[in-house]
T-cell receptor, first 113, second 111 residues
Framework: DAGITQSPRHKVTETGTPVTLRCHQTENHRYMYWYRQDPGHGLRLIHYSYGVKDTDKGEVSDGYSVSRSKTEDFLLTLESATSSQTSVYFC????????????FGQGTRLTVV | SQELEQSPQSLIVQEGKNLTINCTSSKTLYGLYWYKQKYGEGLIFLMMLQKGGEEKSHEKITAKLDEKKQQSSLHITASQPSHAGIYLCGAAYNAGNMLTFGGGTRLMVKP
């Protein structure tokens, strides 16, 4: 299995609180992605990174921010969590940015109450 | 995503039966990707289709691309419990590295 770890795996938080999810890779891949998965919507891209300190918005970026200060870590932050952000979050990594070569993490189940 | 409709949303079949999952795009496809997700795990890439009429197989799973209809179908022959999971189609609309995913099909195979 590719060296990609998401933490935490499960989290319950209250509305209005900040939350940070971490994606850590040991593969030295250049590209990292954050997706959210919701019933009926499949996977939707939140943000992605194409290098250290290089990030860009995806399809559903409102309410989320990201940071990548090191190649191995890609952080997803919900500044003020809302119930609509209850979801399963997946991180993915890719060496050359080709989706067919992307490895996905095991997901983080976030519940905002 | 409304750009990519996947059907059915869920499917329960008896072991040994064949089944088909469809994925239809409202926009012209550059490429169509199929993934499988085991419950609670990440995605596993199955196959990619780019040319109209193209057909690919992965073990007992076959996918076809109908370019005219902007549609792909995934067919599983003689389903097994190991086929259970969520199948997702992903569409690429250009040569970039972004995919739009369908809503997924949750497959259960009853022994």
């Amino acid at each position: 299995d590719a060296g990609i770890t998401q933490s935490p795996r499960h989290k319950v938080t209250e509305t209005g609180t900040p939350v940070t999810l971490r994606c850590h890779q040991t593969e030295n891949h250049r590209y990292m992605y954050w997706y959210r998965q919701d019933p009926g919507h499949g996977l939707r891209l939140i943000h992605y990174s194409y290098g250290v300190k290089d990030t860009d918005k995806g399809e559903v970026s409102d309410g989320y921010s990201v940071s990548r200060s090191k190649t191995e870590d890609f952080l997803l932050t919900l500044e003020s969590a809302t119930s609509s952000q209850t979801s399963v979050y997946f991180c993915a990594i890719s060496e050359r940015g080709r989706v067919t070569e992307a490895f996905f993490g095991q997901g983080t189940r976030l519940t905002v109450v | 995503s409304q750009e990519l409709e996947q059907s059915p949303q869920s499917l329960i079949v008896q072991e040994g039966k064949n089944l088909t999952i469809n994925c239809t795009s409202s926009k012209t496809l550059y490429g169509l990707y199929w993934y499988k997700q085991k419950y609670g795990e990440g995605l596993i890439f199955l196959m990619m289709l780019q040319k109209g009429g193209e057909e690919k197989s992965h073990e007992k799973i076959t996918a076809k691309l109908d370019e005219k209809k902007q549609q792909s179908s995934l067919h599983i022959t003689a389903s097994q419990p190991s086929h259970a999971g969520i199948y997702l189609c992903g569409a690429a609309y250009n040569a970039g590295n972004m995919l739009t995913f369908g809503g997924g099909t949750r497959l259960m195979v009853k022994p």
